[in-house]
């Protein structure tokens, strides 16, 4: 009697490494076919001047928006700078900013850097006056400028 519970057991630990194994590897052949930009990386400022992506390669750039660089140009064009202290980038954009989008204030951009430029095709803006993308403020504080949203400077 013992025998054949244990020839069971045996069976669905089987059939359950199977159906676990072919999981994976079915999730594995998803991620290997999905488009290449649908994995977009985060970049400051300071490491795309550094080090210039390919301009087929669409990434997030985040910092803050450098004050007086905002020059709203025909129509919805918009141009700025965006820095984390360290760099600044020259960022594009066509389209109608968010409302809480102004200089000083944090932002992240999508897009691809190009000539020089960083063309963006979705702006990012804080959502209150203490909101910052986590990316920007680590950004922000390797480069050792990051200022609490109590004022306070802080450092890692």
Same mark, same amino acid.
């Given at each position: ?6 020839? /069971? ?9 199977? /159906?676990?194994?072919?999981?994976? =590897?079915?999730? /594995? ?6 488009? !290449? !930009? ?12 550094? =080090? ?14 450098? $004050? ?15 820095? !984390? ?10 389209? /109608?900013?968010? *409302?809480?989008? $102004? ?5 992240? =951009? ?8 960083? $063309?963006?095709? $979705?702006?990012? +803006? ?11 403020? *680590? =950004? ?7 200022? +609490?949203? *109590?004022?306070? +400077?802080?450092?890692?």
């Amino acid at each position: 009697m013992s025998s054949g519970l244990t020839s /069971l057991k045996k069976r669905r630990r089987v059939q359950v490494m199977w /159906l676990t194994m072919t999981s994976i =590897a079915l999730v /594995l052949v998803m991620l290997w076919f999905l488009p !290449d !930009d649908s994995f977009q990386f985060f970049r400051s400022p300071s490491e795309v001047t550094e =080090a210039p992506p390919p301009p087929n390669e669409r990434f997030r750039i985040g910092g803050l928006v450098e $004050e007086g660089s905002l020059v709203r140009g025909q129509g919805e064009q918009i141009s700025f700078l965006v820095t !984390d202290g360290g760099a600044s980038v020259h960022v594009v954009y066509t389209g /109608l900013l968010p *409302d809480l989008f $102004e200089e000083g204030q944090g932002m992240v =951009a999508q897009g691809n850097y190009v000539n020089g430029r960083f $063309e963006a095709v $979705e702006i990012l +803006a804080k959502h209150d006056e203490t909101y910052m993308p986590s990316e920007v403020v *680590d =950004a922000l504080k390797e480069q050792g400028v990051y200022q +609490a949203p *109590d004022g306070t +400077a802080e450092t890692n």
